[in-house]
């Protein structure tokens, strides 16, 4: 599977972003679907994640009231919507996508088979 992020931006403190991430190649909706992000000199961290098997959602405790990670099966693309954004969000915004992800590595960037190209998101104070 193919996967294409987009939405990312400048934009100030406090302020909203959308950024999509368009699958193509093969049927979405079986596919866990993440957003990490990875800011200037740091390793890849984990923001949210969408569980195929029963559709649950974990967070990051840092985004965790502020963010929100939806997921359109007819047009096989999942949403992050980032609200009430800081400074310390600013990163590279990467969704991720695996079919066999097992419960522990939900979080584990390698763990995860397919990757977008990232997006910017960059948050001025």
């Known amino acids: 599977v193919q996967l294409q992020a987009s939405g990312g931006g400048l934009v100030q403190a406090g302020g909203s972003l959308r950024l999509s991430c368009a699958a193509s190649?093969?049927?979405?909706?079986?596919?866990?679907m993440g957003w990490f992000r990875q800011a200037p000199g740091k390793e890849r961290e984990f923001v949210v994640v969408?569980?195929?098997?029963?559709?649950?959602?974990y967070y990051a405790d840092s985004v965790k009231g502020r963010f929100a990670i939806s997921r359109d099966n007819a047009k096989n693309t999942v949403y992050l919507q980032m609200n009430s954004l800081k400074p310390d969000d600013t990163a590279v915004y990467y969704c991720?996508?695996?079919?066999?992800?097992?419960?522990?590595?939900?979080?584990?960037?390698?763990?995860?088979?397919?990757w977008g190209q990232g997006t910017q998101v960059t948050v001025s104070s």
């Open positions: 190649g093969r049927t979405f909706s079986p596919y866990t």
């Open positions: 991720a996508a695996d079919s066999s992800i097992t419960m522990s590595e939900l979080t584990t960037p390698r763990a995860y088979d397919y």
């Open positions: 969408s569980r195929r098997i029963d559709g649950r959602t």
